[in-house]
């Protein structure tokens, strides 16, 4: 009787014991079973991971390959009414056009917008949780792992049963496309047993030991040897932490390219669609004034908010730009870039012309494009029309301008990668940056002079009070566990719990220290008005970097408001690591459509880097405008200190 209780509890042993008994395979469960379904949002969040676990190779979770193998083309798998706008999408993937793993992209492919949008769709519009686990699942395996991000991150973010899980930054799921040739070779060649425990010589445990190891589960059966927890460190700093090199605002930048062209291709449909009707006749648009209207107007209003939006954020970058010149002697159009490479092992390329030549290609787009706003704007007959004629022209042509200033400047054959070319790489090539700067210059040059006055009582400055302003540059660790070796993932359920160690490529950032500002206004009357804040450099009212905007009511007299600006003492987002670690994922609080918080104050200078804080108070705008009529603005001298 003995002997056999020893048989069974080795028995046990070696089968992992009732404890451990696996359940259903998340493919082989009911969709409509709601106990089936994995409706934790521990379980949810652990999917979007196992996803984007090492997603430039293949996946070989077999669960998850088993739920993408076949293309789901049922109707009632999807919103109602999407098989409409899905269905170019799904001939398309039978027809091979979809780019596949494994070859070369380009943000800059004339097909590419469809692919974007057709994948967004494929994800974003699907019925409930299992049929987007079909779906990412099917993208994963057959489309490009690029693509697939790209287009997986924006559908995580607006369906609502995935918003409020967490990603790992784009930066750490594709850290080929961020980090330099060096930091990535170094990184392969780091074997993921340097990242594991080992484990103690000792003699083979006896029947005794076993059995009390099941009596006292907190006992451990083996023992470790201990391992240094610091992370292996990849070392990537620089002299000077330069805003184009920084990996989080480079991420930010892609979503913000992607968001434009599915807004983009969104409209282009639209467009094609829809028509003004008179009586029972349809008319075409008279003019690009007529045409913008009645996109205002139409349902899909996704078009309309983006292409402010991309401007803002332009005028945000190149104003921090010429700040970061001004506070280190640099010229950052001048920089020298250090190579990158692809997901495909292909170095990116650059340019074989010399910078006078680079800048009079430049000039001859501005210059084609300058035309064009001209003939667009040329019959319109209320001038505050003409800002918003030309924001719209120009995100339009954002993608085509790229394309024949890529094709213009970049000399190689088909198949090798420029830095024009992929999104994420951009802020980098200063000839992307000089473009950037031009594209700011001409939009605001169609700035309609002067705001209106308003007619509302109009509130007065009495007061105002900057706490030290102070720049710093921050060691910032990036998780590189996406490059590591694919031995990672040879079980069906990867073993990344099991690492005690962390790679990281290791950089500095700018940062900003805690400030507040105190701002007492008088008001001879009760009124509702909007405050922004805004750095600028001295002299000089744009470009400018938005600080901080508000909407409050004034009581009638005296008026203190006092606004507080924390320091960012970690990343934006969790690690990968990190989130395979956490049992309960919380949330990201709320997602910021402005650069990363990090780089809210621009870099200062060690004797103090002089600006102007300029104070403007309008009458609330509607819904995605930051101005209305003007009520009052006044600026104040402020410098930024930098350790």
Known sequence: MLRLTLVWLCFLDLGGGWSRSRSLPLWNRDPEDPIGRPAEQAERQRFL??????????????????????????????????????????????????????????????????????VYRFLVLARDWYSFQRNACYARIHFHPILFV????????????????????????????????????????????????????????????????????????????????????????????????????????????????????????????????????????????????????SPNRLYSRFPQLFFDVIEQFVTALMMEDVATGQISMELIDPPLITTGGV??????????????????????????????????????????????LVASQYLNICRDLSLA???????????????????????????????????????????????????????????????????????????MDQQLLQTHRNNLRLLRRRLVARQRRLNHGTFHITVELSAPAEVSVQTDLYLALRNQSRPRLHLDGFVSTLRKGINVFQRHFPSCTRGSRPTMSQL????????????????PPHLLVPRGAEEGLKLQLIIELTEPGLENEWSGAILHTESTDVLIFHH
């Open 49 to 118: 991971l196992d996803l984007l676990l090492q997603v430039h190779k293949p996946l070989l979770h077999q669960e998850l390959t088993a739920m993408g193998s076949r293309l789901n083309e049922e109707p009632s798998d999807y919103q109602e009414g999407a098989m409409r706008s899905l269905r170019e999408f799904l001939d398309s993937v039978h027809e091979n056009k979809v780019p596949r793993p494994f070859g070369i992209y380009s943000q800059l492919d004339k097909a590419m917008p469809e692919h974007l949008l057709g």
């Open 347 to 392: 170095p990116f390329t650059g340019t074989s012309m010399d910078t006078e030549a680079v800048r009079g290609v430049l000039s001859q787009t501005i210059d084609h494009l300058q035309a064009q706003i001209n003939d667009a704007v040329s019959n319109v007959t209320q001038p505050s029309d003409i800002p918003f004629i030309v924001q719209h």
């Open 580 to 595: 395979y670690g956490t049992n309960s994922p919380a949330t990201d609080g709320t997602r910021s459509r402005g650069l």
């Open 409 to 483: 400047i970049n000399d190689h054959g088909p198949g090798r990668p420029s830095m024009l070319d992929l999104a994420t790489a951009n802020l980098r090539d200063p000839i992307y940056r000089s473009l950037l700067l031009r594209l700011n210059r001409l939009v605001f040059s169609y700035e309609v002079g002067a705001l209106p006055v308003s007619q509302l009582p109009k509130p007065s400055l009495e007061s105002i009070f900057v706490s030290q302003l102070r720049s710093f540059e921050q060691i910032i660790d990036t998780d590189l566990i996406n490059v």
């Open 150 to 297: 790209n287009a997986f991150q924006l559908a995580v973010d607006e369906r609502e049963d995935t918003k409020d899980l967490r990603l790992p930054a784009m930066y750490e799921v594709l850290p080929q496309l961020y980090f330099e040739e060096e930091v990535i070779l170094a990184a392969q060649e780091v074997s993921w047993q340097q990242l594991v425990p080992t484990r103690a010589a000792s003699p083979k445990s006896t029947w005794l030991e076993v059995l009390r190891g099941y009596l006292s589960p907190r006992r451990p059966l083996d023992k470790e040897e201990p391992l240094n927890a610091d992370a292996v460190v990849i070392d990537d700093e620089r002299k000077v932490a330069h805003l184009s090199f920084d990996v989080q605002l480079s991420s930010y930048w892609n979503n913000m390219i992607n968001r434009l062209t599915i807004s983009i291709e969104e409209w282009k449909e639209s467009e094609r669609d829809m028509r003004f009707v008179d009586g029972d006749r349809q008319m075409a648009f008279r003019g690009p004034t007529d045409e913008l209207k009645f996109q205002n107007q």
